[in-house]
């Protein structure tokens, strides 16, 4: 196994979180690097791309969360192994990043009336996304790829989670609940799964 570091800011959401779960459910040693926001302009220009995660295998630097999700799925046996599975996971993992981009170009706007109409702005698109992800994983089943959880479950899950955590102003926490009940079972499937569980009980406390 290689010698793995992932970095990224040390809260328990956003895109570097599917990685920690899945390495850490497969019982696979890494380093977890964990940044503190008033530390983050000192290593920016360090990055490849100016934004974490980023993981690094044997001391070269993967970036990009999807990239370093596939990687490290394919190390845990969480992304499958036939192509068209792959792509299903793929598919989820990318209009879900597609939706978090739209989250985070509001992440910077300060001034609270600015802030409000551009989160509000993002009610339809992200009711859409939203709504989109729903019927494919009605589709497919009780997963978004292979018929069992893999690295674009462990996204969504994340993803659906800091949505509902209150903690994005003007986006009701509820959003996914009201209009993407298959997602939202998703998340709760997610949540019960033993070696989530294992995982959070782990954590519990370490961060915020
Ligand atoms: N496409 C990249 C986007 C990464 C990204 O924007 N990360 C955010 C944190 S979730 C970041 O580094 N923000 C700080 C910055 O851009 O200065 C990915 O999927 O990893």
Not at 62 to 70: C, D, E, Y
Not at 114 to 125: G, H, I, N, T
Request: glycine content about 8%; proline content about 6%; hydrophobic content about 45%.
């Amino acid at each position: 196994m290689p010698t793995l570091k992932l970095t990224y800011f040390d809260f328990h959401g956003g895109r570097g979180e599917p990685a920690r779960i899945a390495l850490s459910i497969a019982g696979i040693e890494f380093e977890d690097v964990r940044v503190r926001f008033p530390e983050w302009a000192a290593l920016k220009p360090l990055t490849p791309f100016g934004s974490i995660p980023t993981l690094e295998v044997d001391g070269e630097v993967l970036a990009h969360s999807n990239t370093i999700n596939r990687y490290v799925g394919r190390l845990t046996g969480l992304y499958p192994e036939d192509a068209l599975q792959a792509a299903f996971c793929d598919e989820a993992m990318d209009a879900i990043e597609e939706a978090t981009a739209l989250v985070s170009a509001t992440m910077g706007i300060r001034d609270p009336i600015a802030l409000k109409a551009a989160r509000e702005a993002l009610l339809e698109p992200l009711t859409r996304a939203l709504r989109n992800i729903d019927r494919r994983l009605a589709a497919r089943g009780d997963f978004l790829a292979d018929g069992r959880l893999t690295v674009a479950d462990l996204k969504a899950f994340v993803w659906l989670g800091d949505l509902a955590s209150g903690r994005l102003d003007h986006i009701p926490a509820n959003l996914c609940e009201e209009v993407a009940p298959h997602l939202h079972a998703l998340k709760g499937r997610v949540a019960d799964d033993p070696r989530v569980r294992g995982y959070h009980a782990r954590v519990r406390g370490a961060a915020t």
